[in-house]
T-cell receptor
Framework: AQTVTQSQPEMSVQEAETVTLSCTYDTSESDYYLFWYKQPPSRQMILVIRQEAYKQQNATENRFSVNFQKAAKSFSLKISDSQLGDAAMYFCAYRRRMIQGAQKLVFGQGTRLTINP | DGGITQSPKYLFRKEGQNVTLSCEQNLNHDAMYWYRQDPGQGLRLIYYSQIVNDFQKGDIAEGYSVSREKKESFPLTVTSAQKNPTAFYLC???????????????FGNGTRLTVT
């Protein structure tokens, strides 16, 4: 079974600084997707960024980027120029690549990110 | 606007009572999912359904039941057999066909269930 591990229960960063959240996963599959979701105090789940395992290039979305190391099964999230609105719970998630069928996500335990003004 | 609606936002029940959480989607998605969120444990899959009148257990199905009589609806019943029912419950949906399969699952806004 696939597992996702986030080893940092809490992180904090000064506003405008850069922070990196860690995620490792375990799978025997070669083709899959990885996601970072953000959950603010409203508890809504918001997609931050996604990565296809077959792509070597790291995904970027504005201030958010990932460091995807497939051999090491590592998928870290870097947030540049941190803003107060980035404060939230962040979840790393894994999903097998499937042509059809249920797209079950496996989540890590989450990292609570605090932004200090 | 298309989306997933979960109701109610907060739900309170006495121990020993069954309670049903509602999840409705108007995205025309085939598959629907229920996740449970506890502090420090992330989201865990309870049940999922790929098509109407069919559903499968997820990782923590004990003490829960579901039905899928309509494509739009996937209610979750938390039974008295669930030992620790107090949690935040999230519903999601997906369409296996016709959309990029790297698309993220849309989630509802969740239901916070408190059992005392």
């Amino acid at each position: 079974a696939q597992t996702v591990t986030q080893s940092q229960p809490e992180m904090s960063v000064q506003e405008a600084e850069t922070v990196t959240l860690s995620c490792t996963y375990d799978t025997s599959e070669s083709d899959y997707y990885l996601f970072w979701y953000k959950q603010p105090p409203s508890r809504q789940m918001i997609l931050v960024i996604r990565q296809e395992a077959y792509k070597q290039q790291n995904a970027t979305e504005n201030r958010f980027s990932v460091n995807f190391q497939k051999a090491a099964k590592s998928f870290s999230l870097k947030i540049s120029d941190s803003q107060l609105g980035d404060a939230a719970m962040y979840f790393c998630a894994y999903r097998r690549r499937m042509i059809q069928g249920a797209q079950k996500l496996v989540f890590g335990q989450g990292t609570r990110l605090t932004i200090n003004p | 606007d298309g989306g997933i609606t979960q109701s109610p936002k907060y739900l309170f029940r006495k121990e020993g009572q069954n309670v049903t959480l509602s999840c409705e989607q108007n995205l025309n998605h085939d598959a629907m999912y229920w996740y449970r969120q506890d502090p420090g444990q992330g989201l865990r899959l309870i049940y999922y359904s790929q098509i109407v009148n069919d559903f499968q257990k997820g990782d923590i199905a004990e003490g829960y039941s579901v039905s899928r009589e309509k494509k739009e609806s996937f209610p979750l019943t938390v039974t008295s057999a669930q030992k620790n029912p107090t949690a935040f419950y999230l519903c999601a949906s997906s369409s296996p066909s016709g959309t990029p399969d790297n698309s993220p699952l849309p989630f509802g806004n969740g239901t916070r269930l408190t059992v005392t």
